[in-house]
């Protein structure tokens, strides 16, 4: 079974600073799937970004960015410029890949979160 | 294009009763996952439905079923309610690409709360 741990229950920053949110997992598979969730007051679980185990380059979306070292099982996310808007809940999430003929894939493994508040 | 959407949104029941939620999918989405999220806590999944069956089932007991539709929405039903299944219970909708492996996309609803008293 795959564990997907958070070590920081919470974090404030500034507005416009840059910070990053930790997310170590473990598991015995080779191929996965990592994503980066944001959850606001509003409930809804939106995706932030996602990394692929196989690809080596970081997976990046406009603010957000990822440094993922798979030999240690890490897989932080890096959010440049920080906005009021950013405050919510973000969560690390594994997935394992699956082929068969009824497609789909595993459920997703989440971490506990990280409070993350941006301050004015 | 709608997303997900999910009913009730909060609602209360009392120990020992059943409880039925409801999710439709994302228009042009197939499969239907289910996530309970306690309080202060990450999801944790339920189930997974894809054309009308039971695809894959996480650490949760027999009380806990579902049912997938032709429509392909979905609902969760929850039976002898327990103090501990208060939580926010969340659908996430994906589609399946045939033959292909990999990770579905999920998008997800806003979640019906459920307290148990």
């Known amino acids: 079974a795959q564990t997907v741990t958070q070590s920081q229950p919470e974090m404030s920053v500034q507005e416009a600073e840059t910070v990053t949110l930790s997310c170590t997992y473990d598991?015995?598979?080779?191929?996965?799937?990592l994503f980066w969730y944001k959850q606001p007051p509003s409930r809804q679980m939106i995706l932030v970004i996602r990394q692929e185990a196989y690809k080596q380059q970081n997976a990046t979306e406009n603010r957000f960015s990822v440094n993922f070292q798979k030999a240690a099982k890490s897989f932080s996310l890096k959010i440049s410029d920080s906005q009021l808007g950013d405050t919510a809940m973000y969560f690390c999430a594994f997935m394992k890949p699956r082929l068969y003929s009824g497609g789909g894939a595993d459920g997703l493994t989440f971490g506990k979160g990280t409070h993350l508040i941006i301050q004015p | 294009d709608a997303g997900v959407t999910q009913s009730p949104t909060h609602l209360i029941k009392t120990r020992g009763q059943q409880v039925t939620l409801r999710c439709s999918p994302k228009s042009g989405h197939d499969t239907v996952s289910w996530y309970q999220q306690a309080l202060g806590q990450g999801p944790q999944f339920i189930f997974q439905?894809?054309?009308?069956?039971?695809?894959q089932r996480g650490n949760f007991p027999d009380r806990f079923s579902g049912h997938q539709f032709p429509n392909y929405s979905s609902e969760l039903n929850v039976n002898a309610l327990l103090l501990g299944d208060s939580a926010l219970y969340l659908c996430a909708s994906s589609l399946v690409v045939q033959g292909a492996s990999g990770a579905n996309v999920l998008t997800f609803g806003a979640g019906s709360r459920l307290t148990v008293l």
């Open positions: 439905y894809y054309e009308e069956e039971e695809r």
């Open positions: 598991t015995s598979e080779n191929n996965y799937y």
